[in-house]
């Protein structure tokens, strides 16, 4: 297969001092969700907020000074993008990203922040890819693949050397998958470090391509997905006989499970997870009696979430822990109601986030309305504490979805 521990030994010493050695720490509140042991590898606090900065430094530093002088030029739905063009700009390269125009804005203003020429091509990874594929050539600029260099595969895998210095028994590593560049560098370096470590991939449902490509399956590519940092429809060719023989089995994971990862690691861990940096608790989450009572080591393998989608999945998150809950009354319509059931609610503790008051619904009497209240609560018991109150005092009421609301 070409890539070797002493191949990851040497990038280690090429990033060492340029690329941050993150924390690896035990996580016991993700430990109480899941029931296994669990230690996270918090590769979200590079400079750039992801792992890709080791496979870019080891990449970029090995260049001759007439390949720099050309400038480089890669594709990468943001990551990548941000670690190239961060340590070009370090290293004196002029830098090219290709992006999906689907990438996140955060993504594309932090590439551009490091200095990098930003060009949007393309809905998926695979039109940036041939894109970047003609600028390359056109201009005679290097390729820095995100995913299928062997530089690039050895810089990746020194998170390995880390997890296991900290953690040495672990029993299990789970590794979001999706060219296969990252699970590559840490199977080769887990594997030979300690043969018997289990290494799981994990793939987000709507792009199984490694899973496709290892099982000669045909399942559908496509759709949008929170974990765009793995919404890879080729895998490598460097890639592919690595995760075949060396990582037992790939979970793919839908995207209630991912959404779900992603605030956990905000709401218990107090950190941000992008979707791909989260599709490793994703699939703790997905299938909790797999893992269960096993050391497991999780890679939080990216940050860089749009803020407003990370505020959109907080909320759905309050929601599904009926912290923000919805009622929906049949009131008559008269003076004074609105104040009765304001006093209904403040009595028993509920915040009132929302009032949508509605007369013209024809499926309520003429001379009555229509009014959703949202409110937050602190849970399931609370809130039905709230609709026996409702009933208690007339009115009828009911629990409705919050996305119900304005409809």
Known sequence: ?????????????????????????????????????????????????????????????????????????????????????????????????VMPVTTPFVKVAATKAHGARVLLEGEGLGEAQARA???????????????????????????????????????????????????????????????????VGVEAALYPSMWNAVHGGNRPLGGATLAEGIAVKNVGTL????????????????????????????????????????????????????????????????GNIDPRMLATITVRGLERENQIVSFRLTIADRPGLLGQIATILGRRGANILAVDHKRLFLDVPAKGARLDVTVETRDAAHADEILAAFSAEGIAAVRVDTGDVME
């Open 1 to 97: 297969m070409g890539l070797t521990l002493a191949d990851i030994e040497a990038a280690r010493r090429v990033i060492a001092g340029h690329v941050l050695r993150t924390p690896m720490l035990p996580a016991p509140r993700l430990g109480a969700l899941t029931g296994a042991e669990v230690h996270v590898k918090y590769e979200n606090l590079q400079v750039t907020n992801s792992f890709k900065e080791r496979g870019a430094c080891c990449k970029l530093a090995s260049l001759t000074a007439e390949e720099r002088a050309r400038g480089v030029i890669a594709m990468s739905a943001g990551n990548h993008a941000q670690a190239v063009a961060y340590h070009a700009a370090r290293l004196g390269i002029p830098a090219t990203v």
């Open 133 to 199: 594929e003609a600028v390359a050539r056109e201009e005679g600029l290097i390729w820095v693949h995100p995913y299928d260099d062997p530089r690039i595969v050895a810089g990746q895998g020194t998170i390995a050397l880390e997890m296991l210095e900290d953690a040495p028994d672990l029993e299990l590593l789970i590794v979001p998958i999706g060219g296969g560049g990252l699970i590559s560098g840490i199977a080769t370096a887990a594997r030979a470090m300690k043969p018997d470590i289990e290494i």
């Open 239 to 302: 890639t592919l006989p690595i995760v075949r023989s060396l990582v037992s089995d790939i979970v793919l994971v839908g995207e209630d499970h991912i959404e779900r990862a992603v605030n956990a690691y905000l709401t218990l861990q107090k950190t941000m997870a992008e979707g791909a940096g989260a599709a490793g608790l994703a699939a703790m989450l997905a299938e909790p009696g797999r893992f269960a009572r096993r050391k497991v080591g999780l890679v939080l393998c990216g």
